[in-house]
Every structure is written in C-alpha cells, then in structure tokens.
C-alpha cells in the first residue's frame, strides 16, 4: 500500500514538471527565436518480488515478478525545429533559414565569452555598429564587429550574409559578411535567457562559417523568425498533464481509503 502513495506521488510530481514546460512554452508562443520545450518520462526502479527462470526438461520458464515503483523525469528537451518566418520588410531583421545560430558578445569578448541565439531583431547604434536589443555586436567573419557608416545612404544584407551600404558620394560598399555558428547537437544547448544559448558539453564545439556553407542555412533579410510553440499541441498536452496529474492524485486518495479501511478492522 505504501508503495502505491509514493508512486502517485512520483507521478504528481512529473506531471507538475510537464505543465511548468508548457506554461514556459505557451507563454513565449511569440518570443522571436524561441525553441519549445518537450518533457520525457521514465520509470523508476522495480522492485523484484520473484526473479526469472528458465525452462527444464520437464517445466517451461517463468518470468520474473517486478513491482514499479513510480515514474521519474527523464529530459526536459529543446526542440530545435524552425519557426515560421515573418515579414517585417526591415533590413536589419534577419531570419537563418537552416540551422546556424546568430552569435552576439561584447566588444571586448568577441572570441570568449559568445552568446548564440535565432532571434534576428538587429539594430544600428549611434557609432552605426549592428548590435542586437541588448547592446550585444553582431559578429562578422574574422570575428569582427559590423559597422556601417551613419552617413550611408542606405544598406543591404544578402543571403550569403555580405552587408553592403551605399556611401555619401554614392558607391557601393562592402563592410563584411555575418558570420553562422552550427552545433552537432543543438538540443545540448543550454538556455541562458533573454534567447540565449551557450555552448556546453553536450552541445560540442560550433562549426563557424558564413551562411550558405557548411550546412549553416541562408540569411533572410527583413523577416524574423516566430517561436515554434504549436498551441494547439501546448493545449493538448495541458489535457493529458492535467488528467495525468488528476489519476495521480487519485491514486493516493485510493490508498488512503484502504488503510483507513485497514486501520478501522480494529474496533
């Protein structure tokens, strides 16, 4: 009987975890660059009442006896699919079709301390250097900052990722050419806030290039990339954590229902 209150606590405990990744899922439904977040369970350890046994000339074999003893969270993962691209028609909000990352850092950290994210809202700051919401360069090839002269006349990002401007006198320049990160395992990543990701051990080292090379995707220029939160998969898997957590809890009403019962056999 005690085996059962615990395992319906186990349960309850998963099921509480699921619904935490949905909400966290649901509510960056339009978060720019945002990855989803998918919870997977396993069993605990069973315990053995009977082992195995194989078969005799004269008997067949029996199969162990193994009580379970509650389920435990096995990964929480990040889903690394693309989201649907959305036109902005600026040129400094860029989308990566494929699966390279944007690295941002510092000025002074510009091969130490990189940041990676597919959040595309890029901006000119008042030295016409590309910077993203935080204050964060834009890393071109060469591990250089972007910049673009704010007397230019106007400006262009390719789907190889070269910037070029149009100068004052009228002439078309080429600043440089942003540059992609990609992962072997980029569900390794780990999520840092503010669509971040760091590289970690699981992730492995990046392989950097610039776009259209090395399986590291193409750049789109005015479009940003949506979250790849699904609602109605979000609202479906609230249903199925809801009643999961609900048939938990029922479990330990149950228990506790019969050692009353067992607790009143004496009068």
Do not use: H
Not at 10 to 22: A, R, Y
Not at 94 to 119: C, E, N, P, W
Not at 233 to 260: C, H, K, P, Y
Request: charged share 15%.
């Amino acid at each position: 009987m005690i085996r059962s209150l615990y395992s319906g606590i186990s349960g309850m405990k998963n099921f509480q975890t699921k619904l935490d990744v949905i909400g966290n899922n649901i509510s960056n439904v339009n978060t720019y660059g945002f990855k989803k977040g998918r919870t997977i369970f396993k069993d605990l350890i069973s315990q053995t009442t009977s082992g195995a046994s194989g078969a005799t000339g004269t008997r067949g074999g029996v199969n162990a006896k193994q009580v379970g003893l509650g389920s435990q969270l096995a990964s929480i993962d990040t889903i690394q699919t693309g989201g649907s691209l959305q036109s902005t028609g600026n040129t400094l909000d860029l989308a990566i079709s494929g699966d390279g990352f944007f690295q941002v850092a510092d000025s002074d950290k510009l091969t130490t301390d990189i940041s990676y994210t597919r959040a595309g809202n890029f901006y000119m700051d008042s030295n016409g250097d590309l910077v993203n919401g935080d204050g964060k360069y834009l890393i071109g090839v060469g591990s250089l900052i972007l910049n673009i002269p704010t007397d230019a006349q106007s400006m262009s990002i390719g789907q190889d990722g070269t910037v070029t401007y149009v100068d004052v006198d009228g002439v078309l320049q080429t600043e440089g050419q942003i540059e992609l990160a990609k992962f072997p395992n980029s569900g390794g990543l780990t999520k840092s806030g503010s669509n971040y990701f760091i590289e970690s051990p699981a992730s492995g080292e990046p392989v950097i290039g610039a776009p259209l090379t090395s399986g590291l995707g193409t750049i789109n220029s005015g479009f940003l990339e949506m979250s790849n939160v699904d609602l109605s998969e979000e609202f479906t898997d609230m249903i199925v954590a809801q009643r999961g957590f609900q048939a938990n809890t029922r479990i330990i009403t149950t228990s506790d229902s019969i050692l009353e019962e067992l607790i009143n056999l004496k009068r």
